[in-house]
């Protein structure tokens, strides 16, 4: 075993770099992770976006993971978003007929994110809407938000959470209607444009 001197830096060698962490593309992923409607589900709509750090750049490694109620404002309470190969334990996907609310979206190279669930219907006193985690590079702490859909003013005016923010920040949380049931929803980490996001305490 050679010995080194650590009092003479010059013979000191520099340690591998690493990478910080969390690695969100290993082991998270599944297979039809966006894919939450049922096969030909009358009340599918289609939803697309960017996820965009504070200079507006794409992020190319973020997760999306959605969670809403089906068209009746119910949370589904089955199983089946992850089932696993019993012969090999690895993820086979969902069954294509249970709806159970949920998805997981990496973004591509382009920080873009698309998924297909259901319409959600209203609960409570909030307008319709989908619950929203962000993972991403940077992110010691995900992030959540909210995605409202545009339509009846009058029930987004009074929404709880919609009604105490101002136009241009209110803006960030409903999606703009691109026609044939798709919907945009852009994601912005920071700066200008920047999504609300809320705390839970």
């Known amino acids: 075993m050679t010995k080194i001197d650590t009092a003479r830096p010059e013979t000191v060698l520099p340690t591998p770099s690493h990478t910080v962490g969390p690695f969100y593309g290993h082991a998270l992923p599944f297979p039809g992770g966006g894919d ?45 978003s992850m089932r696993r190969d019993p012969a090999t334990g ?19 190279t382009n920080g873009h994110w698309t998924a297909r669930t259901l319409r959600p ?18 992110l010691l702490v995900h992030l959540y938000t909210r995605i409202y859909l545009p339509g009846d003013e009058a029930t987004l005016s009074a929404d709880p959470l919609l009604s105490r923010l101002g136009d241009e920040r209110r803006g960030t949380l409903i999606a703009e209607d691109e026609g044939n049931n798709t919907y945009r929803f852009d994601i912005r980490l920071q700066g200008q444009g920047e999504t609300v996001f809320l705390e839970f305490t």
Request: proline letters at 10%; glycine letters at 18%; charged letters at 25%.
């Open 121 to 138: 219907g209203t609960r409570g006193r909030s307008a319709p809407h989908l619950s929203v985690c962000v993972f991403a590079r940077g």
């Open 90 to 108: 690895g993820f086979v996907g969902r069954n294509g007929v249970e709806f159970t609310g949920f998805g997981r979206i990496q973004t591509d």
């Open 36 to 80: 939450i409607a049922p096969v030909g589900h009358p009340d599918t709509i289609a939803l697309r976006g960017y996820v965009r750090d504070g200079d507006g750049e794409p992020v190319p490694d973020a997760f999306v993971e959605l969670w809403g109620p089906d068209p009746d404002g119910e949370v589904p309470q089955v199983d089946g």
